[in-house]
């Protein structure tokens, strides 16, 4: 099994920055791709930010250019920075990852609990 958890949200005025972790821990043989999510109130989860093991990138168009996403595999932990902050980026932000387990032959994907990003205007 594989745990993630998530730190890093809170409240700020649009226009700041927060910067979310997420740290994998437990029995990892390998993670494969590791990303963000996030779900505002009444609307379907969506994906903001993936990062491959090989360190390709993708972006939600509507965060790129102010969100940045990287990863220690050192550490087994996936960053989002994020810098110009408005309030339709209010949401619970989840952090997801595609691993596999020690003795498991298929990947398997897990989710961390969440964390709330709260953003003033």
């Known amino acids: 099994q594989v745990q993630l958890v998530e730190s890093g949200g809170g409240l700020v005025q649009a226009g700041g920055s927060l910067r979310l972790s997420c740290a994998a821990s437990?029995?990892?043989?390998?993670?494969?791709?590791m990303g963000w999510y996030r779900q505002a109130p009444g609307t379907q989860r969506e994906s903001v930010a993936t990062?491959?093991?090989?360190?390709?990138?993708n972006y939600a168009d509507s965060v790129k250019g102010r969100f940045t996403i990287s990863r220690d595999n050192a550490k087994n932990t996936v960053y989002l920075q994020m810098s110009g902050l408005e309030p339709e980026d209010t949401a619970v932000y989840y952090c997801?990852?595609?691993?596999?387990?020690?003795?498991?032959?298929?990947?398997?994907?897990?989710w961390g609990q969440g964390t709330q990003v709260t953003v003033s205007s």
């Open positions: 997801k990852t595609v691993a596999l387990s020690r003795g498991a032959v298929i990947y398997t994907t897990y």
């Open positions: 437990g029995s990892i043989s390998i993670i494969n791709s």
């Open positions: 990062i491959n093991s090989d360190g390709r990138t």
